[in-house]
């Protein structure tokens, strides 16, 4: 099994500054991608940010210039800075990951969200 659990969010005025962060833990043999998705109220989940095994980096336009995607190897984590807070990037944020496991299976997993709201 793996997880992905999620930390870092949390209420900030607008043009603040937050960090979340996701460590994938368990059965991993190499992990394939990680990412970060969102959902705004009443809006559909949608991409933020992704980071593929070579470093390769995809941003939503809305968050590019704004928001950095990172990674740390050596602890299966993934981080989001996110400088320029607006209130439209009040929303849930959940980690993505595609991991293959110790079956060597490629899966998709997601973990638990975590609250962002920006707002004075």
């Known amino acids: 099994q793996v997880q992905l659990v999620e930390s870092g969010g949390g209420l900030v005025q607008p043009g603040g500054s937050l960090r979340l962060s996701c460590a994938a833990s368990?059965?991993?043999?190499?992990?394939?991608?990680m990412g970060w998705y969102r959902q705004g109220p009443g809006k559909e989940r949608e991409l933020v940010a992704r980071?593929?095994?070579?470093?390769?980096?995809t941003y939503a336009d809305s968050v590019k210039g704004r928001f950095t995607i990172s990674k740390d190897n050596t602890k299966n984590t993934v981080y989001l800075q996110m400088n320029s807070l607006k209130p439209e990037d009040t929303a849930v944020f959940f980690c993505?990951?595609?991991?293959?496991?110790?079956?060597?299976?490629?899966?998709?997993?997601w973990g638990q969200g975590t609250q962002v709201t920006v707002s004075s």
């Open positions: 993505n990951a595609e991991i293959y496991d110790s079956s060597i299976i490629l899966r998709n997993y």
């Open positions: 368990g059965s991993i043999f190499s992990i394939n991608t």
């Open positions: 980071i593929i095994s070579g470093g390769g980096t």
